[in-house]
């Protein structure tokens, strides 16, 4: 049989443990922040769709290189997205970038998703539009339906990989 001392011991140490696995947790605006100025990796298919040839629908992280991750819902498929890294020297994001540097304690920006149109027939000819989302932490830009990728930008992202 236990002892008083043995088992008030093995509570402390059950508690001790426990205090220090909840102190590490963060929220998502702690996470965002954490991540402002950090290289990210973003989710990218691990071959391209060269042609139309059937792509396995596979992805990968990419190596933490990146500013912001892209996340392209499929205009016609809400349920297929396009992700990948975003090389910044393919447009202009200081606009963008500036939704992100918003300094208050209890605000951060976890997605900036634009409503595009194209024009690449003549004019007069419809445009075509595309809804592009642009986020800024590890792994944001996940490859699930349009719905699944909002809902997993409302938590802290994973610290393990994924």
Known sequence: MFSRTAILVSCFVIAT????????????????????TKKIRCWEPIEENIAGNDFSGEHKLSEPIYELCSYMPDPKDFSKGYVNGVDMDSDDY?????????????????????????QFHAAGRPSQTAIRCLCKRDGCNLPKEFTAFLEFNKHPMPESSF
């Not at 443990?17 to 402002?36: P, V």
């Not at 951060?108 to 998703?113: D, F």
């Open 94 to 118: 200081t606009n963008i970038l500036s939704f992100f540097h918003i300094t208050h304690p209890r605000l951060a920006m976890l997605n900036v998703c634009l409503q595009e149109a194209y």
């Open 17 to 36: 443990s426990g205090f220090n696995a909840r102190s590490s947790f963060k929220n998502t605006i702690q996470d965002a922040h954490e991540q402002l």
